[in-house]
C-alpha cells in the first residue's frame, strides 16, 4: 500500500469491543490512513454526516443500532461512502444480506489484519480510478483537448473543429476543407478518415490535384485504356479505383479544369466514372474529401468554377481558422514541434526566450502552420544552447519586418494596397477639378481605366473636395 495515497482517504472503525477496534486503528494509521473510532452506530452516524469519511469498517452486532441498520443509514445519506460489515459465525446470512443493501464487502471475526487490508486497498484502488476518470473527464470538458488525431491545439475554434470532425467522419457526405494555406487541411482530412470507423485501415488517397497537368490529373483520377493518349503503354488503374470504399482526397481542387469539373460533378451526383479511353462505366464508392486555400465563391463569381459543382462540393464545410486567429495555440504548437525536431536532430532543446516568445506572438503568419513548424526547425538546428534565443530563428529581419501585423494582417497585397489606391485616385481628381482625362493623364493610365477603378472603389461625387 501506498501510505502517501492512503492519507486521502479517511476510515471510520465501529466496535463496541475497545480491543478490536482499538487494534483496526492502529492497523490503518500504521497504513497511512486518516483513522477515527466509534464505539456505537449512533455515534458512526453522527460522524458520518458530519466529516468526510471514505470508508467504515463496522461491526454487525452493535448494542442499540445494528450494523446493518447504520449501513442503510449511511447509503441514505452518503452512498459514496463504502463500508464493510464485521461478523461473526452464524450471522453470514446477514452479511450476505448487507452486501445486498450496498455493502462493499463484509469479513469475518476474529478479524485478518491482512484480509482487511486487502479489501481497504481494492476499495482505494476503485477511488483512485473513479478520481482519475473524474479528472481526467474534467479536464476534456474544461479546458477541452490539446490535440487530436495529430492536430496539436488547445483554443476554443480547434475544439469545434475537432467536434465537427467526429460528427461528419462516420457519414458518407462529400466534405470540403477550406482554409488558408499551412493551416492543416491535409491533417484534417487524414483525421476524418481515421475517425470513420467504416473507412479507417482501408485507403486513405490524397491526390494533389495542383501539381498535375489536365490530362495527367485526369488519368490519375480515373485511369486510363492502353493507347488512350500518347505515352498510355498499357491499361492503368485510377486513383478512385485504387481508393475503394476509403476515402480520397482532392486537394488544391480549384486546379480542376473544366472538363474536368464536369467529370468529378458526374462523379458526386451519380458515383461513376470512366477510365480515359474506356467505356466501361465504373462505380467510385469513396468518400471524397476536397480541400484548397483559395475562396471558391471568388471563383464561382469569376467563372472559373461550375456553380453546380460548389453546391454539390460544399455540403459540409470545415473552415479551418488562421494561425493569426487562435494565436492562444502558439505556446502549445512551439512546444510540439521543439519535441519534434529536438527528437529528430538529436538536440536537448528546452524552450524559448522571452524575446523570441513575444516576437511570434507579434508576427502575423501568413504561411500559417507550416511557417511556424519551418521556423522551429529552424531554430532548433542553429539553437547552441537549450533555449531557443532570436538569433536562432531563420530569418529574424522577415518576422521584425512582418511585425506590423495590424496593417498587413494576413490580407494578400492587393488587397492592402487598395485603400491608398482610392486616396490617391481621390486626391488626384481633385486637383484635376474632376476632369477625368487630365485625372487619367496625370496619372498615367487611360481613361477606361481610370473609369472602371472609380466604379470598383465606389468613388463619386460625394468624394469630390468643394
Ligand atoms: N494543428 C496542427 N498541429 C500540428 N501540426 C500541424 C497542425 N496543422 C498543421 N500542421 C503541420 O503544418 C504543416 C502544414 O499542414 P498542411 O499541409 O495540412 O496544411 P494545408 O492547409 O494543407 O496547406 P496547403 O494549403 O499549403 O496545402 C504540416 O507539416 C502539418 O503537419
Ligand atoms: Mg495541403
Known sequence: MDKEINSHYSILIVDDEPLIRESLYEVFRIEGFKARMASSAEEALEIVNNDKVDIVVADLKLPQMTGLELLKEIKKSKPQTEVILATGYGTIETAVDAIKHGAYDYITKPINDNEVKLLIGKIVEKRQILEENRNLRDFIAQRGRNAFCGMTGSSEKMQKIYQLIESVASTNATIFINGESGTGKG?????????????????????????????????????????????????????????????????????????????LLRVLQDGVFERVGDNITRKASARIIVATNQNLTELVERGDFREDLYYRINV???????????????????????????????????????????????????????ELENAIEGAVIMAKTEIINRWDIPNVAKFAATATPKLVNGRPLKKILEQPERDLIIAVLNECGWNRNKAAASLGINRTTLYNKMVKYKITDKDRKL
Open 187 to 263: 491533417l484534417v482530412a487524414r483525421a476524418i478518415h481515421e475517425s470513420d470507423h467504416n473507412r479507417k485501415g482501408k485507403p486513405f488517397i490524397e491526390v494533389s490535384c495542383g501539381a498535375l497537368s489536365e490530362t495527367l490529373l485526369e488519368s490519375e483520377l480515373f485511369g486510363h485504356m492502353k493507347g488512350a493518349f500518347t505515352g498510355a503503354i498499357k491499361d492503368k488503374e485510377g486513383r478512385f479505383e485504387f481508393a475503394k470504399d476509403g476515402t480520397i482526397f482532392l486537394d488544391e481542387i480549384d486546379a480542376f479544369s473544366p472538363a474536368l469539373q464536369v467529370k
Open 316 to 370: 459540409i464545410m470545415i473552415k479551418l481558422p488562421s494561425l493569426r486567429e487562435r494565436k492562444e495555440d502558439i505556446d502549445l504548437l512551439v512546444k510540439y514541434f521543439i519535441e519534434k525536431y529536438s527528437k529528430k536532430n538529436n538536440k536537448k532543446i528546452t524552450g524559448i526566450s522571452e524575446e523570441v516568445k513575444r516576437i511570434l506572438l507579434e508576427h502575423s503568419w501568413p504561411g500559417n502552420i507550416r
